[in-house]
C-alpha cells in the first residue's frame, strides 16, 4: 500500500481508509485514551507524594497546573465513556476528524479507538511507531533500525496486533534531551517506514533549537519525505523564528498544538515550559504565513492531562472551534485562511502519498 500509488489520496483511520475530502475540520494532534506515565516526576517530599497519588479534583487543581508531571490520575485518560463524551463536543461544534497520536509507550487502545470512532461518528487517524526514550522497552532498544521499520510497516500494511485495525500515521515518535540512541533509532525506522508505505510521519521532537533540526536531517537521512512530515510542539517547545523558518524551508508541517492548555510555567527536562497564551501562538502562526508558509501550518490542543478536558474544567477538544476561531477572525485571519489551516492542510498531511523513486 502507500508508496505503490494505491492508496493515494486516501487517509487510513482507525475503521479503515476513506477519501481525504471527507475528513472535514481535523485536529491533528490529539490522545483520547493515553497514559503519560514516562513522563512521571518523582516528588521527593512526604506531602508532594501523597498529592502525587490523590485522583484530580478542584481542591488540586491549581497544585496540578503548576506541577504538571507529578500527579498520576491527572496524566492519565483512560475512561471510554468520558472520551466518547468529550469527543462528541467536538463533533456538535463541526468537528469531523480526530489524530489521535499515542503510540506504543503512551498506553495505545485500538479497540478503545474504535469503539470512541463508532459511538460519536468521528473519524479517528490512529498513531504507530513509539513514544520517548522512558517509555521504550528492553526488547526494543535491543531490536535493530530495520527490525523496528518491518514492525511499524506491518501495523500500518496488517493491523495492530490481531485487531485488523490499522494506523494512518507514523508516531507521534518521542524525542528527548538529550536525544537518546534508541530515540534515533526509531526515528530513522519511522523514516523507512513512511519511505515504504507513504503514511505521514509526525514527531514529538526535543526540547532544543538545535536539536530539532537535527531531528530534521535524521529523517531526511533515512530517507523520510519532509514534505509529508509534521513537527509538533512548535508552541510548547518555544522554537526562535529562524528554526521554524528552516524546518518551513525542508518542507515540513509546522504544528502549533497546545492551544488551550494552563499557561502557568513548569519544568520539562530543565527548561520553562508553559509561558506561550493562544494569542503569542497565533502570532506565531501569522509570523510563518507572512514569511509564505500557510500551507505548512497545523494547529490542535495536544489534549494528554485530564484538566484539559471539558468534564475537569478544561476548555476540550472543541476550544479551536468554539473559542480560537472567532478570535483568530479578530485578529485579522480570513476564513480563507482558516480554512486552509483546519481543512485543507490535514487533508493533504494525512493522506498517503506515493514517494516517487522510494
Known sequence: MGSDGKYTGKVQTVLGTISADSLGITITH????????????????????????????????????????????????????TAINEALHYK???????????????????????????????????????????????????????????GIIREITVGVGDTGLRPGIIGEIGCSLPLEDSEIKVLRAGAIAQSKTGAPLTIHPSFSDEL???????????????????????DLFSFNLDTRLKIASKGCYLEYDNFGHPGYPHLLQGRLVGLV????????????????FIDQILISHDICFKDCLSAYGG?????????????????????????TIIVENPKRALQFVRLEGK
Open 212 to 234: 530539532v533540526l537535527e531531528i530534521v536531517d535524521i529523517v531526511s537521512d533515512a530517507g523520510a519525505e519532509l514534505s509529508h512530515t509534521i513537527i509538533c510542539h512548535n
Open 277 to 292: 497564551s493562544d494569542l503569542e501562538r497565533l502570532r506565531g502562526i501569522s509570523e510563518l504565513i507572512n514569511e509564505g
Open 315 to 339: 476548555y476540550g477538544y472543541a476550544h479551536i472551534i468554539n473559542n480560537l476561531l472567532p478570535i483568530m477572525r479578530v485578529q485579522g485571519f480570513t476564513d480563507e485562511q482558516i480554512n
Open 92 to 150: 456538535n461544534a463541526g468537528g469531523n476528524t480526530i489524530v489521535e497520536v499515542s503510540s506504543i509507550g503512551l498506553g495505545r487502545d485500538p479497540l478503545g479507538l474504535a469503539r470512541i470512532s463508532r459511538a460519536t461518528g468521528l473519524n479517528i487517524v490512529m498513531g504507530s511507531a513509539y513514544y520517548i526514550g522512558a517509555s521504550h522497552s528492553q526488547e526494543l532498544k535491543q531490536m535493530s533500525v530495520e527490525e523496528i521499520a518491518e
Open 30 to 81: 490529539e490522545h483520547l485514551l493515553s497514559d503519560m506515565g514516562a513522563w512521571l516526576l518523582e516528588s521527593t517530599e512526604a506531602g508532594e507524594r501523597g498529592r502525587s497519588c490523590q485522583p484530580l479534583t478542584l481542591e488540586n487543581l491549581g497544585w496540578n497546573h503548576a506541577n504538571r508531571f507529578k500527579n498520576v490520575d491527572n496524566m492519565q485518560l483512560t475512561d471510554e465513556s
